[in-house]
């Protein structure tokens, strides 16, 4: 499998991913408007800041990147960025479960 096949692959898988994360998000949105749930909202927040947010952070930073070499020195902060986001989406996430 050539490289570019390989990256083509892995940024379909990546946005398919970000995709179902806002579909799962968005469900729990509504299921937090429908019953005025804080463990939905929190679900919702959660499954949001784990998909898409960093994702597309990343996606929008090596971009960047690519159009400007100059931003090398970004790449970092936006990496650490993105994990903090995931971090704190998993963080939303382990909350929402605990929550009466």
């Known amino acids: 499998m050539s490289s570019h096949l390989l990256s083509m692959a892995v940024l379909g898988v990546s946005l398919g991913s970000v995709v179902l994360g ?20 929190l679900l919702s927040a959660g499954l949001i800041l784990l998909t898409a947010v960093p994702f597309t952070l990343t996606f929008l930073t090596t971009l960047l990147i690519r159009l400007d070499a100059s931003l090398v020195g970004f790449r970092q902060p936006a990496f650490l960025l993105a994990q903090t986001l995931q971090f704190a989406g998993l963080a939303f996430i382990t909350y929402s479960l605990y929550q009466r």
């Open 22 to 41: 806002l579909v799962v998000g968005y469900q729990a949105y509504r299921g937090f408007r429908r019953n005025d749930s804080r463990s939905m909202r």
